[in-house]
Structures are given as structure tokens and as C-alpha cells.
């Protein structure tokens, strides 16, 4: 009998954590399929982050290191210049790489670290039950910002591809969705090119995954991903901001 | 015998500098020896000295509280560390800079115009070098012999064209008498 | 014997791990340890190591955290103020159960301090200094050659327990010069089969981590790590007797503190006092055993140090209050003189010496 769909062979079989409707479940998958596709589970070294993705350790076959808040791009660092023939990755939430960690993230991306950075932007902090994110939208109702994301108070959200746009180091800068299925299909692209990009060479790159936490909006997932595609879409627009990939390949 | 020497003067005058000289001195001699700076945003422009601690024995604390051996080049220098001397001991003073004479009469004092001396060579800023010179001479810690050995240790092969003249200025100073 | 050349004490730390196979070096500017990171900018290019100046000292003892997880040896060094901001990560070094060498060049503090030498940082050292039950291994060089000799035995240390060991040298240490035989080339090679290399589909994912949300295997990893610093204590403790033979009187002092120490030794023999020095090598392990053997033995112990009296706990826990311990300190950069300790030991000889 021919097997048409299967579990990718770098997950564990380890149960998710993650609560129903969640979209880590998909990037996971994502990230996964593209390991598999590139024949490289055995030379890929992950580092997870610290939030809702903090056990992916569990849930990637390859070998990973979990590490403190916001510093993936810094272990990452060191794993990739100690070991560079091995492809590494890091996947990170939004209060990891864009608040705790946006030092060791504009860093990473300005040395042109040859990594791969998996940001899924959600808008909230997951883990610790639905705080204010450095990407929270302007207005958006959190826990500590109970009548709506005040601009003169908190700021704005910080949009990390344009951020790091500006600079001259980065190879590629992408920014998708996983809120439907066209979207799926063109963030599976998007990783795996990013993944791509580090074998061959090209450097730094950052795929931000634009995503839903229907438990923490207090949403349906579906209503989530409405949400997605009504609110947080137009304020974080998908598309690449920056490919310096054709360029480095001359 | 272990005799502790104080290098003292302005960031820029080659105290540091003069400390390596002697440090390798004692090194090729087969001395014990230890070598401090100060450090800090003194290095730049301050004040600036220089511990040298040579002995036969190994070396205890590598702070030099109670000179043996004082070099001076500058007034401040001398204002702040005439008293530390031990009896006995040896004040070097830079005397083109420092006008005054030194206060006390149980230290054996040696004033060398070493600028004006450097100057002379068409190398004023060697007068670190005149001073080291003098020291040699004076004080029985280390000897004239195989200078060059030493000297070849600290001017890097960089700076290679400048050991004649450093040569020249530390046996201007060897030679010196007032 | 090698020969012997001139080096800073900064230079021979740096120089020593290069020689003991470490080619991994990340750090940040601060004085008085810079010149450490110069050298390994100057030779890692050249023998196909790594320099990396990190954004922060947060970045780079995560870097050291990452290099480490790969079984390399790797190294970061930097100042008291610095070393504040590397203790997050030192925490989940030792909670992963890594290998690595922190220098700590010690300046005054708390806070910004100062630049000139202290060794105020012996609690944090030695105590814990991030979160959680841990320890380092806590090694004290005294003079540019064992700055470069404690450096090689702290990376064999570390690997051999998995516990990440520091070198705790000061401002002084660091700046002076003096002749030292740098130690011959030596990597001992401690197989890591925990090292996250890619699994190469020939074993099941290795994961460094420090994170157990299941209370009882968090104690039982608690309880583990202990078993291996019982091991660190029982075999580990380190130090120096000098003229401790006959001593009445017994300095204990590290690093800077104790080559003041020795000259004071020295200069109250010379009066007829017996004075005697224990000089703990490591801090962590402490050397107990010898110190409750003086107890015995001794009329008095004097603590000399540049702190306000942090490592005097440990004396008094060592000697169990047989004796009388009394503090002899500098601090804030200031360190004590030969005549200050002399005074001191004078001071309680009084009129039994």
C-alpha cells in the first residue's frame, strides 16, 4: 500500500504540548519537512527558545540545545562557528527574539551569521499566559496591557524584517503566514530556501511566521486565524525584505 | 639581595617602555624578576609608573612601596615618592624637567639631564632609554653585559631600525657624568 | 623545561588555553582583563580558531554555552562587572552539566567599581554567583606562571567532571609581567558522547538542557551533580604550605594577597615570630582539611584579603572555631602592604611572641 502522508522523519514522537489550535504544530512540521526534503537530520543542530516552543527539544529528532531567554542566537553562534559544516537553526518566539533577545538577534543577523532563524511572531507572550508582546498590536487587549496596547505608554510593536532590513549583513529576510493553506504552502517554501540558503553558504537567514494563539487572544482557533489575516497581516505585510542571496552566489 | 625599583613620570615618557628593558635584563641574567604598570586612563596622559622588582630569590608581593631604586621624570613624580625610598637608596632625577633638588641626604641622588640628552641625539623621546642607562651604571641589581640580548627582546622586529638608537641612548646615560 | 619568556598575566592565561586546545574564545572589552581577548584576537585567525567579539557578555557565554554543548573546549574571560552579566549563563552552563573556563580578572565594585584589583568577587565565585544549586571549580593563580598552569589543569578539571571552572585572578595579576615556561601543547582528549554533533542517523537525539518540569528528576539531577562535587571536594582542594611546620601564627590568603603575605611571613621570622601561610590554590573546593590540621596546631589565623572579609567565612567554617580568625583587608582597589599584615599578626602575638 503507498503511503501518502506521514509524520516527517525529524519529529520524535514525542505529543505536542502545544494547546489545540495552536500553529506551532504546523511550523514544527514545517521546519521538519524541510530537514527531511534536504537529507540533513543528521548534521542539524537546533536551539530552542525559551516560551511555548521551549520543549521543541523534545519534538526535533536531530540533536538540540536549549537555551536561555532570547540568547539562541548567541548559542546558535557559538554552535555554528564550532561545528560549520553542520547546519544550525534556532526557533524563537516573539519576547525571545524581538524583546529579551533583540541584542543577540540584530547581532547575529549584522555578523551574517550563516544560521537559520525561525521567528514566529504571535503577537503575545504564550507561555507565561498571554502578556504583552513586543509585537502586540497597537490596541490589542493583553494582560499587562488590559485596556488595549497604549502607543504613548508601551510603543509600538516592533516589526523585526524591516528592522533588520536596514542592515548591510543579512542575507534573507522573509516574513510569512500559516494562517491558510496557500499560505502553509508558501511558508514551506520560504524555510526551506532559508534552510537552503545555509548549505549554501549565503548566510543569515530569518523566516518570521506570522501566527495565532487562540488561547491567549481568547479566541476560537478559527476566529484566530481570521484574526491573523484581518489584523495582523496588514500591520506585518508577508513578502521577502531583503535577498542578498543571487548576490552573494556571483 | 633583591632591589625594587620605581619608574615614575608622565603617560607618554616611556616609563612602561623603560620597566621591559630592565625586565629583560634580569630575565637574560637569570634573575627572579616581576614587572607592574599602572593601568587605567592613566596610560593616557596622567601620571603613570612602573614597578620592577629584581632579585635572587623568587618574588614576593610585586609592588614596589619602598623603592630601592627611584627613577623621577617628572616633578610630580619625585613630590610623591622622594620619602618612599629606603635609606641607602638610589634617586635618579630627570633634572632637564625637575628644577629642584632632592630633600634628603641618606639616598644617593644622581640628576641626568635626560631629555636634553635625547634632544642632543636627535631622540627626544628617548630620555627613558638615558635614564635606564643610568640606573645600569649605578645600581649593582643588574650588569652592562650582553645588553643587546635584552634589548633585542623588546624592540620588536617592527621596529627594528630603532634599536641602534636606543642602544645609543641607554649608553649615553651609562656613560653620564655630571 | 621550556624556556622562560616574559608575559603579562593576561597574555599567559591566553596562551595557556591555546596550547590546551582551546580554539573558541568569545569575550567583550573591559579592564583589566583586555589584553587576554587582544592575544586571541592576534592568534585564533592564525591556527584556525575562533575570536568572536560578542555584542555583550551576556552574547558571549552563550556562545561559550553553544561551543561548549559541541564538545569543544572554549573560553570567555572578563571583569568583575562583566562577569555579573555572564552569571545567567553560567547558571545554565552548569545546570547542562557543560565544561568551559571563565576568567574573572577581578576589579573593585560593587557596581561599576572601579579598575584596580580586588577580590571581592569570592562569594559570587565561590557561592553560587546565578541562580540554582551550583558550583564552579574555582582556581586562584598567585603569579603569571600559574595564571598559565592553572589555566590547562582548569580546562582538564572541567571536562573531567562537566562542571564549568573559573580562574579568579585579579587586576594586578593580570598586568604584571613576569618570566614564565609556558606549559607544552596538551589536549586531554575526555571522550563527550553527550555532544550535540548531528546525530548522523547513527543514535537518538543528544539534548543539552538544564530545563526539568518533573520535580523528582529535577532533584535527582540536583542530587547527581552533588555526587560529583563530593568527588571535586574529596580530590580536588588545592593549596600551598609555606613554613607552616613550626607556624604559631597561620596567613591564609590567595592570589595578590598572598605574595603580600609571603613577604610579611618572611619579615616576622626575621623577628622571631612564627608565621606561617596556607595558600588555597582552589576556593572551590576549599582546602578545609589543612585548615582544621592548623587549627590544631596554630595560636591564631589572619584572613588577608582584598574584600571586606568574604573568604574569612570559609576559614572559620575550615578551623570550626578552635581559634581566633581575624580579617586583614584593603578594598576598592587598594591592597594591603607586607607592614599592615605584619602589624596585624603583631597585634595578636602581643606579648606571646
Aim: hydrophobic share 40%; charged share 20%.
Amino acid at each position: 500500500m503507498a503511503v501518502v502522508f506521514q509524520k516527517p522523519k525529524s519529529l520524535t514522537d514525542a505529543e505536542l504540548h502545544y494547546c489545540p489550535g495552536c500553529t506551532h504544530g504546523i511550523i514544527h512540521r514545517l521546519v521538519a519537512e524541510a530537514i527531511d526534503t534536504l537529507g540533513i537530520e543528521g548534521k542539524t543542530i537546533g536551539v530552542a527558545p525559551v516560551g511555548c516552543a521551549v520543549m521543541a527539544y523534545n519534538y526535533f529528532a536531530c540533536d538540540m540545545v536549549e537555551a536561555a531567554h532570547g540568547r539562541a542566537p548567541a548559542v546558535a553562534t557559538g554552535i555554528k562557528r564550532s561545528l560549520p559544516e553542520n547546519v544550525v537553526f534556532t526557533y524563537q518566539g516573539d519576547g525571545d527574539l524581538a524583546s529579551i533577545g533583540m541584542a543577540e538577534t540584530v547581532h547575529a543577523a549584522t555578523r551574517n551569521e550563516n544560521i537559520t532563524v525561525i521567528f514566529v511572531n504571535n503577537a503575545i507572550y504564550g507561555m507565561t499566559g498571554g502578556q504583552m508582546a513586543p509585537t502586540s498590536l497597537p490596541g490589542q487587549v493583553t494582560q499587562t496591557s488590559p485596556y488595549g496596547r497604549d502607543v504613548k505608554v508601551a510603543g509600538y510593536p516592533v516589526k523585526i524584517c524591516e528592522l533588520l532590513a536596514g542592515l548591510d549583513g543579512p542575507a534573507y529576510l522573509e516574513r510569512v503566514a500559516v494562517n491558510n493553506v496557500k499560505n502553509v504552502k508558501n511558508a514551506k517554501r520560504a524555510i526551506e530556501k532559508a534552510f537552503r540558503n545555509q548549505i549554501e553558504g549565503k548566510g543569515f537567514s530569518l523566516i518570521e511566521v506570522v501566527s495565532s494563539c487562540p488561547t491567549n487572544w481568547g479566541m476560537t482557533p478559527e476566529k484566530a486565524l481570521q484574526w491573523v489575516e484581518e489584523k495582523m497581516i496588514p500591520y506585518y505585510p508577508l513578502g521577502v525584505y531583503k535577498d542578498k542571496t543571487e548576490e552573494v552566489a556571483k | 639581595m633583591t632591589t625594587q625599583i620605581l619608574i615614575a613620570g608622565f603617560g607618554g615618557q616611556g616609563v612602561l617602555f623603560a620597566g621591559k628593558v630592565l625586565s629583560y635584563k634580569a630575565l637574560m641574567e637569570g634573575k627572579e624578576l616581576s614587572w607592574l604598570p599602572s593601568y587605567g586612563p592613566e596610560m593616557r596622559g596622567g601620571t603613570a609608573n612602573c614597578s620592577v622588582i629584581v632579585s635572587d630569590d623568587p618574588v614576593g608581593s610585586p609592588i614596589v612601596s619602598k623603592p630601592d631604586v627611584l627613577i623621577a621624570m617628572n616633578l610630580p613624580s619625585l613630590d610623591k615618592y622622594e620619602d618612599a625610598v629606603n635609606p641607602g637608596g638610589i634617586i635618579l632625577v630627570e633634572s632637564t624637567l625637575i628644577e629642584r633638588k632632592v630633600k634628603r641626604s641618606d639616598v644617593n641622588v644622581f640628576y641626568v639631564p635626560a631629555t636634553r640628552l635625547a634632544n642632543e641625539m636627535g631622540a627626544p623621546t628617548l630620555a627613558n632609554m638615558v635614564m635606564v642607562g643610568k640606573l645600569i651604571a649605578e645600581c649593582d641589581a643588574l650588569t652592562h653585559d650582553n645588553l643587546e640580548d635584552a634589548l633585542h627582546k623588546v624592540v620588536s622586529a617592527k621596529h627594528a631600525d630603532l634599536f641602534e638608537i636606543n642602544l645609543k641612548a641607554i649608553n649615553t646615560g651609562y656613560n653620564y657624568k655630571a | 623545561m621550556a624556556e622562560k619568556v616574559l608575559m603579562k598575566g593576561n597574555e599567559a592565561i591566553a596562551e595557556a588555553a591555546i596550547r590546551a586546545g582551546c580554539r573558541h574564545y568569545f569575550g567583550y572589552p573591559i579592564t583589566p582583563q583586555t589584553e587576554l581577548a587582544a592575544y586571541m584576537a592576534k592568534r585564533m585567525p592564525k591556527i584556525n580558531g575562533v575570536f568572536l567579539q560578542a555584542e555583550s557578555e551576556i552574547a558571549a557565554i552563550n556562545m561559550v554555552y553553544g561551543v561548549s554543548g559541541t564538545g569543544k573546549r572554549v573560553m570567555t574571560s572578563s571583569s568583575s562587572p562583566g562577569i555579573s552579566l555572564k552569571q545567567e549563563g553560567i547558571s545554565y552552563i552548569a545546570g547542562s552539566d557543560l565544561p568551559c573556563l571563565i576568567v574573572n580578572v577581578q576589579r573593585g565594585g560593587p557596581g561599576l567599581g572601579g579598575i584596580q584589583p580586588s577580590q571581592s568577587d569570592y562569594f559570587q565565585a565561590t557561592k553560587g554567583g546565578g541562580h540554582g544549586d551550583y558550583h564552579l571549580i574555582v582556581l586562584t593563580p598567585d603569579s603569571v606562571q600559574e595564571m598559565a598552569d592553572l589555566t590547562a589543569l582548569a580546562f582538564d578539571l572541567s571536562d573531567k567532571y562537566r562542571v564549568p571552572a573559573m580562574l579568579l585572578a585579579d587586576g594586578t595579576l593580570g598586568q604584571m609581567m613576569e618570566p614564565v615556561a609556558l606549559p607544552e601543547e596538551h589536549v586531554n582528549r575526555v571522550e563527550k558522547p553527550w555532544a550535540v554533533t548531528g546525530t548522523e542517523g547513527k543514535r537518538k537525539h543528544n539534548i543539552i538542557n538544564s530545563l526539568y518540569l518533573v520535580p523528582e528528576q529535577l532533584e535527582e539531577k540536583n542530587l547527581e551533580r552533588y555526587r560529583r562535587y563530593k568527588a571535586i571536594e574529596e580530590n580536588e582542594a588545592r593549596f600551598e604550605s609555606y613554613m607552616m611546620d613550626d607556624a604559631e601564627y597561620c596567613i591564609v590568603a590567595f592570589g595578590i594577597a598572598a605574595r603580600v603575605s609571603k613577604n610579611a611571613v618572611v619579615a616576622l621570622r626575621k623577628e622571631g615570630i612564627k608565621a606561617g601561610l596556607i595558600r588555597p590554590i582552589t576556593i572551590w573546593p576549599f582546602p578545609k582539611k589543612v585548615i582544621a590540621e592548623a587549627a590544631e596546631k596554630v595560636k591564631a589565623f589572619v584572613s588577608v584579603e582584598l574584600s571586606m572579609g568574604q573568604m574569612i567565612e570559609d576559614v572559620k567554617l575550615a578551623e570550626d572555631c578552635k581559634k581566633p580568625v581575624v580579617l586583614c583587608n584593603r578594598v576598592g582597589g587598594m591592597i594591603p602592604t607586607p607592614d599592615q599584615v605584619i602589624e596585624t599578626v603583631k597585634k595578636i602575638a602581643g606579648g606571646n611572641a
